[in-house]
């Protein structure tokens, strides 16, 4: 015959803790869909760009993209313009604001001559917000 005598502190206690799993899986299921939905909203036009350690910057809602590629064609966004088309083409990316930041994308074996060339055409525009986009040091 067995007997259970209890005891004052024998009553089972509540716990009080926050289950995370549930929160680990949603993060990392959004981790997922932005790591796959990335690389599709960059741009088509390749560049190979020199590495910076600096920190990184959120980019505008719909970032203007100029291009200095290898072969120093020049794109703004996806589409090749003329070296002497280059402020047309950035009034109507920009709808003709000026204050729009322009991210300017450059080949490393760009000779730093033909980008200055580009950086005054882009004053000479009247753009002077320019931010020079790199790869970072992983990358």
Known sequence: ???????PGDELLETHEINVTPFIDVMLVLLIIFM??????????PVTLPASTADQKPPEEKPVFLTLQSDLRIAVGETHVARNGVAAALVAATQGNRNTQIFLRADKSVDYDHLMDLLNALRDAGYLKVALVGVGAGG
């Open 1 to 7: 015959m067995g007997m259970k005598i209890s005891h």
């Open 36 to 45: 796959v939905t990335a690389p599709l909203t960059t741009v088509d036009v």
